[in-house]
């Protein structure tokens, strides 16, 4: 399956600041990739879909111009969250399509902390 | 959005006892599929299901997807401290709506 990573694992950002989250696709150029949102002991929320030359696609109730995201290249997605609050508190999660149509593979995650 | 349930919520068991974990829609899918996380980590993809009535062994894991490809088991045998953590379920990417089930969180006791 493919490999992703994300970058960073953890980050802790003052309330006001903004964060970027990477997502990269390390052997599999992929034109799709999905963010996901995770609160504790509860399952991954689709955020929006990535797409590579265009413009993301979000999902109702996520706010476009506070999670901003960029897919310039066929392994390189970033989630952008601006003027963070502690609301935004979460586990981040990126994804990529497979090979197969059928199949998806997620990251290890970001935790972002906001104090 | 395509609604996936998951029961149980939660479940905790004593080592080597079995146990099943489902998941339903009211949807049908062109495929499913069952993931394992670990707390802070990404969920791992186990297994992806895609004919009706098919189903998959992985060791002591099978998953089954229903005839009508609305709904999915998974089963594990002799269950270890290892098989613990958050089962998810999720339509594959070829739906159109990408939504996980809310989990079930499976406890293994030593």
Request: proline share 4%; hydrophobic share 30%.
């Amino acid at each position: 399956g493919a490999v992703v990573s994300q970058h960073p694992s953890r980050v802790i950002c003052k309330s006001g600041t903004s964060v970027k989250i990477e997502c990269r696709s390390l052997d599999f150029q992929a034109t799709t990739m999905f963010w996901y949102r995770q609160f504790p002991k509860q399952s991954l929320m689709l955020m929006a879909t990535s797409n590579e030359g265009s413009k993301a696609t979000y999902e109702q109730g996520v706010e476009k111009d506070k999670f901003l995201i960029n897919h310039a290249s066929l392994t390189l997605s970033t989630l952008t969250v601006t003027s963070a609050h502690p609301e935004d508190s979460s586990f981040y999660i990126c994804s990529v399509g497979g090979l197969s149509s059928y199949e998806q593979y997620f990251g290890p995650g970001t935790r972002l902390t906001v104090t | 959005t395509q609604l996936l349930e998951q029961s149980p919520q939660f479940l905790s068991i004593q080592e080597g006892e079995n146990l099943t974990v489902y998941c339903n829609s009211s949807s049908v899918f062109s495929s499913l599929q069952w993931y394992r996380q670990e707390p802070g980590e990404g969920p791992v993809l186990l297994v992806t299901v895609v004919t009706g009535g098919e189903v998959k062994k992985l060791k002591r894991l099978t998953f089954q997807f229903g005839d009508a490809r609305k709904d999915s088991s998974l089963h594990i045998t002799a269950a270890q401290p290892g098989d613990t953590g958050l089962y998810l379920c999720a339509p594959g990417p070829n739906d159109y709506k990408l939504s996980f089930g809310a989990g079930t969180t499976v406890t293994v006791r030593a």
